[in-house]
């Protein structure tokens, strides 16, 4: 049964960083791309980053450069590090997973079939 299991979410204040974590189980961890998506208050779900079958980055245009996905084969773990965070990131972060994901869609919603619960960000000063 894949499982995927996010942490590390909270309260973090404009400018600082935050690391959000989603331990995966059920299936074969790097066959499957990974990707962190994002839902704000009143607003649709949104991909932020995911790492592809080879272990290649993929970027949103509006996190490049403040956001950074990894991931620890070992120990089935894939990381978000967000850093200058402002309100606009304030959102239930998500990661999901899907055996059917296009090469091309890896930011797309709807080509991942396996959800985590979220985790909830709060930017505020």
């Known amino acids: 049964q894949v499982q995927l299991v996010e942490s590390g979410g909270g309260w973090v204040q404009p400018g600082g960083s935050m690391r959000l974590s989603c331990a995966a189980s059920?299936?074969?961890?790097?066959?499957?791309?990974i990707g962190w998506f994002r839902q704000p208050p009143g607003k649709e779900r949104e991909g932020l980053a995911s790492?592809?079958?080879?272990?290649?980055?993929w970027y949103v245009g509006s996190v490049k450069g403040r956001f950074t996905i990894s991931r620890d084969k070992d120990k089935k773990i894939v990381n978000l590090q967000l850093n200058n965070v402002t309100g606009e990131d304030t959102a239930v972060y998500y990661c999901?997973?899907?055996?059917?994901?296009?090469?091309?869609?890896?930011?797309?919603?709807?080509?991942?079939?396996?959800w985590g619960q979220g985790t909830q960000v709060t930017v505020s000063s």
């Open positions: 999901a997973t899907g055996a059917n994901v296009r090469p091309g869609a890896l930011l797309y919603p709807l080509d991942y079939d396996h």
């Open positions: 790492i592809d079958r080879d272990g290649d980055a």
């Open positions: 059920g299936f074969s961890f790097d066959a499957w791309p």
